[in-house]
């Protein structure tokens, strides 16, 4: 039974650390997502990737955030230096264009304090 | 960006049909209606999409209106598990080659509690 992977699925940081957020999309997929959910923005798209390639970076802060491919089978989504208003739940999605379908982790629970 | 609308909540009685309606009355001729949810801590899942037509599968069936401003997810027999966050979503289709993003916008969805 094919599924997207995230790790950790935990991780508790103090401010101003590193953190480094891993996802395996679905083998065979070729677009990646990654979403951020928090109670008061609900569900945020923050960096989607086509075949390895960037295509939209807007919704994440540039400043701290960056995301890469370095492979097929890996996703990676980093923060740094972290604050506490980027505690939230991170989701990597997978889908396979030209079907609509986004197959979605587990997610990685972020603190950070 | 067209938008829905959907209940905040729902109840349900175990093992009873539910009937969670979307109202999306800025649609347009190519956007499709996609429906996920979301069960407690874990990430959303498709459930059923469909463009103009009723659509079925193993998990739900949707009911389109026939102009479509609206729609419906049926869950035929709701059981515990079933109890979710639900999102209806509307998604244009674009081509393959299209390099804009193809991301969900997701609302605040129905919160569907199933009673024993």
């Known amino acids: 039974d094919a599924r997207v992977t995230q790790t950790p699925r935990h991780k508790v940081t103090e401010m101003g650390q590193e953190v480094t957020m891993r996802c395996q999309p679905i083998l065979g997929h070729n677009t990646v997502f990654w979403y951020r959910q928090t109670m008061m923005q609900g569900l945020e798209l923050l960096a989607y990737f086509r075949n390895r390639a960037p295509l939209d970076d807007s919704g994440m802060p540039k400043d701290r955030f960056s995301a890469e491919m370095p492979d097929a089978t890996l996703a990676t989504l980093k923060i740094q230096p972290s604050e506490p208003r980027d505690s939230a739940v991170y989701f990597c999605a997978s889908g396979l264009v030209p079907e609509e379908t986004q197959y979605f982790g587990p997610g990685t629970r972020l603190l950070v304090l | 960006d067209a938008k829905t609308t959907q209940p905040n909540s729902m109840e349900s009685n175990e093992e009873e049909p539910v009937h969670l309606p979307c109202n999306h009355s800025?649609?347009?001729?190519?956007?499709?209606i996609h429906w996920y949810r979301q069960l407690p801590s874990q990430g959303p899942e498709y459930v059923i999409h469909?463009?103009?037509s009723n659509v079925n599968n193993r998990m739900a069936s949707l009911a389109i209106a026939e102009d479509r401003k609206s729609s419906t997810l049926i869950l035929h027999r709701a059981t515990l598990r079933d109890a979710a966050v639900y999102y209806c979503i509307l998604r244009p289709l674009e081509g393959i080659s299209s390099g804009s993003a193809r991301q969900l916008t997701f609302g605040s969805g129905t919160q569907l509690t199933v009673l024993p």
């Open positions: 469909g463009l103009t």
């Open positions: 800025t649609i347009s001729g190519t956007d499709y």
